[in-house]
């Protein structure tokens, strides 16, 4: 089965650190375009990695949004295999002074080694935030409207490292809560929603403090030392016709060890002109590497130009569990 995915809010969200938004406030006090009122159920949007839980075989089986198998990534999830017949889904967190790091995170969801894993488990275990569940003891439950799956997944013994997610009533206090102490976001669900796999359904609408996205590499700088250290990416998505659109260039977030690691993937696919179906302005295409846009870096960004570039981008891993962000319109 496929996960359910959000809509995002209709407008940019105003936070206290973006007063200058000119967002119109939602119902309520919530963000511009946000659903309220009592229909409505409200979650913390988690900065971490989408995975769905799976015992109905009689083994846990851990599945990304791409369908790759990842159980072997997080072994310290593995009493997820005492809850029976179960399909529960989720997110995978990795909690650093009690806030998700996703760049911690992006150290864990790429290991494939068993052995390597247990040692990554040991030092730093991830979390599993349940938000929702499918299935339990072999009953199919996900046409059921949400707040009767909530009511079964509250009642269910969860293993160590798995917890279900808070709910909240009042959305525009958690906006301001979740504001406060850095977190993603926010989720809005309706109570009476069944759950639509594969979908993304206006049943659940989605605000971000700060937007993320899924992006291509399609070139990258090198600092100015002449060192060949990579020091920037130029990022790119397709749109609707396959054309791919140029979104930016991003250096920051870029640690040494990632840095080190881009460059040796990105060189082994060089390209002999830029693969943009954009013009690249000049100052970004000067010294650049161009390269086959295959590789997908996770980008935080405070929003986007009016022709589409990210403003303030921050590189905070490769990804490997999900698409690419189709280009749309700002």
Same mark, same amino acid.
Request: aromatic share 2%.
């Given at each position: 089965m496929e996960p359910m995915l959000a809509t995002p809010a209709p407008t940019a969200p105003p936070t206290r650190a973006r007063a200058a938004s000119n967002a119109a406030p939602g119902p309520e006090g919530l963000p511009g375009g946000f659903p309220g009122g009592p229909e409505w159920a409200f979650e913390v949007k988690w900065d971490g990695v989408r995975v769905l839980a799976d015992t109905r075989t009689g083994q846990l089986h851990l599945t990304g949004r791409t369908g790759a198998d990842v159980t072997v990534a997080y072994p310290e999830l593995a009493g997820l295999g005492t809850v029976q017949g179960a399909l529960l889904d989720g997110e995978v967190v990795l909690l650093h002074q009690g806030t998700p790091s996703f760049a911690a995170l992006a150290a864990r969801m790429h290991v494939r080694d068993g052995a390597r894993a247990r040692a990554l488990a040991d030092r730093a275990p991830v979390t599993y935030l349940v938000f929702d569940v499918l299935s339990l003891y072999g009953v199919d439950l996900h046409r059921r409207p949400w707040h009767e799956r909530r009511a079964t997944l509250e009642r269910l013994t969860l293993p160590a490292h798995v917890q279900a997610s808070p709910v909240y009533d009042d959305g525009a206090a958690l906006w301001e809560a979740t504001d406060a102490q850095g977190l993603e976001g926010v989720l809005a669900k309706r109570r009476d929603a069944a759950y639509q796999p594969g979908r993304r359904s206006p049943d659940w609408v989605k605000a971000a403090h700060r937007r993320t996205r899924t992006a291509l590499v399609a070139g990258w700088r090198e600092e100015s030392t002449g060192h060949?250290?990579?020091?920037?990416?130029?990022?790119? !998505?397709? /749109?609707?016709?396959?054309? $791919?659109?140029?979104?930016?260039?991003?250096? #920051?977030? @870029?640690?040494? =060890?990632? !840095?080190? /690691?881009?460059?040796?993937? $990105?060189?082994?696919?060089?390209?002999?002109? #830029?693969? @943009?179906?954009? =013009?690249v302005p000049a100052a970004d295409a000067l010294g650049t590497h161009w390269c086959t846009p295959g590789l997908l870096v996770d980008v935080l960004?405070?929003?986007?130009?009016?022709?589409?570039?990210?403003?303030?981008?921050?590189?905070?891993?490769?990804?490997t569990d999900v698409p690419v962000d189709p280009w749309e319109r700002p």
């Open positions: 060949g250290t990579l020091a920037a990416v130029l990022l790119a !998505a397709p /749109d609707a016709d396959g054309a $791919l659109r140029y979104l930016g260039r991003a250096g #920051s977030g @870029l640690s040494a =060890t990632t !840095a080190t /690691d881009l460059r040796r993937i $990105l060189t082994a696919h060089p390209a002999d002109a #830029s693969p @943009l179906d954009d =013009t960004y405070l929003n986007r130009t009016p022709v589409g570039r990210l403003r303030q981008p921050v590189v905070r891993g490769v990804r």
